[in-house]
T-cell receptor, first 112, second 111 residues
Framework: GQQLNQSPQSMFIQEGEDVSMNCTSS?????WLWYKQDPGEGPVLLIA?????ELTSNGRLTAQFGITRKDSFLNISASIPSDVGIYFC????????????FGTGTKLQVIP | NAGVTQTPKFQVLKTGQSMTLQCAQD?????MYWYRQDPGMGLRLIYY???????DKGEVPNGYNVSRLNKREFSLRLESAAPSQTSVYFC??????????FGPGTRLTVL
């Protein structure tokens, strides 16, 4: 099945640093989403993007819907220890059943 | 308001045994989903239910069956478990495009 390419696969950063990760697809999507998964938990929606070029913030998180509709970016500013987890991008084209394609995840570790 | 709940949280099965994973949501969502998560593979869709009374196959449906019991509940059944089905299983529900709400997961080991 189709999967999105996320990079990097994992990263170690110092507390207080900014973080950037991205997601690319060979197909276009009409909706891009970013989820975070804490260890032992289910993914939680962070940001949803519905329009090409859209830039949306949620606290220290900022995400962008690429203008080609084939990519998306997530930035985290001033990282803190609780930012640790796996970040998944997801894309949806359309469809009555709202099928979503997930990326393989970026594992983030923050060094205090 | 519990959101999406799943039972059990952990399960160990022997090859060939059967079991049903339960999922319920209290958000009045029409759509519900079952995913499996394996290391390095992200989330893969097993089955989904667009609305009460309908179910359809996702990417990896082989070896599984589902039942949309009512609007709240969506169960996943393994008729004859195999070691390849060792995974973490997540149920999710949604109303709006893409904004899925996930349960805490069921960690299944098949020996």
């Amino acid at each position: 099945g189709q999967q999105l390419n996320q990079s990097p696969q994992s990263m170690f950063i110092q507390e207080g640093e900014d973080v950037s990760m991205n997601c690319t697809s060979s197909s276009i999507f009409n909706t891009w989403l970013w989820y975070k998964q804490d260890p032992g938990e289910g993914p939680v929606l962070l940001i949803a993007l519905y329009k090409a070029g859209e830039l949306t913030s949620n606290g220290r998180l900022t995400a962008q819907f690429g203008i080609t509709r084939k990519d998306s970016f997530l930035n985290i500013s001033a990282s803190i220890p609780s930012d640790v987890g796996i970040y998944f991008c997801a894309g949806q084209l359309s469809g009555g059943y709202q099928k979503v394609t997930f990326g393989t995840g970026t594992k983030l570790q923050v060094i205090p | 308001n519990a959101g999406v709940t799943q039972t059990p949280k952990f399960q160990v099965l022997k090859t060939g045994q059967s079991m049903t994973l339960q999922c319920a949501q209290d958000m009045n969502h029409n759509s519900m989903y079952w995913y499996r998560q394996d290391p390095g593979m992200g989330l893969r869709l097993i089955y989904y239910s667009a609305s009460e009374g309908t179910t359809d196959k996702g990417e990896v449906p082989n070896g599984y069956n589902v039942s949309r019991l009512n609007k709240r509940e969506f169960s996943l059944r393994l008729e004859s478990a195999a070691p390849s089905q060792t995974s973490v299983y997540f149920c999710a529900s949604s109303e709006r495009a893409g904004t899925q709400y996930f349960g805490p997961g069921t960690r299944l080991t098949v020996l």
